[in-house]
């Protein structure tokens, strides 16, 4: 599960050398405003509804929430859970009382929502749709679309250009398959314990417990 989320914001910083980017001017000063609007939090909270379906259609919903910080995550989604403490990944899950534990590669904060947003500059061209209304909230749509194949058809991008967050973010491959995550719920800069993005292994005694 925890791979399958990650999908939908690492794809997008996979492709490599790209060529020359097209972006018209409101699709770039938007992404560009909630990209800098997210940099600018100590931490940052997410509740989502992540979907995965086939042919323009979810059939598959599944609710999770995302603590990040500049160079920190925890992610929680059923009965599994992701901690990256700046150092190393934290795999864990309840229903097989379970740890993976595996160095950084480089790749650990690509589920961020800032390096999605930084991912378009170079990978991606981009265009400014118009507007759309979502659950009574009006928002700016952007099209993203690969510079160089990599299996991804579009991105969509729903924002809050007022408030300059994200509100939802589909993406189509070229196999028909979607995936979508909807924004519920967002907070920037709560108080949290010293030690919140840290795993502790006095909390995992009864935890199969396996260093990569």
Do not use: H
Not at 57 to 83: A, N
């Amino acid at each position: 599960m925890i791979k399958k989320i990650t999908l939908v914001f690492t794809t997008l910083a996979l492709v490599g050398l790209s060529s020359a980017q097209t972006a018209d001017q409101k699709s770039k000063s938007i992404l560009e405003a909630v990209s800098k609007s997210y940099k600018a939090n100590q931490n940052t909270y997410f509740k989502f509804a992540y979907g995965t379906g086939a042919n323009g259609k979810v059939t598959k919903t599944q609710t999770g929430i995302f603590y990040t910080t500049p160079t920190q995550y925890k992610l929680k989604i059923m009965d599994t859970e992701q901690i990256f403490d700046g150092s190393k990944v934290y795999n864990i899950s309840s229903d097989d009382q379970e740890v993976t534990i595996a160095k950084a590669n480089g790749s650990e904060m690509m589920f961020s929502p800032t390096n999605y947003l930084n991912s378009y500059k170079k990978d991606y061209n981009t265009k400014y749709i118009g507007k759309r209304t979502l659950g009574g909230v009006q928002t700016d749509l952007i099209q993203l679309t690969p510079i160089k194949a990599n299996g991804i058809k579009n991105v969509y991008i729903y924002v809050n250009t007022p408030k300059n967050e994200l509100v939802k973010v589909e993406q189509y491959s070229t196999g028909n398959q979607v995936a979508v995550i909807a924004i519920q719920d967002y907070k920037a800069n709560q108080k949290l314990a010293s030690g919140f993005f840290q795993f502790n292994r006095q909390d995992y005694q009864n935890y199969l417990i396996t260093e990569l």
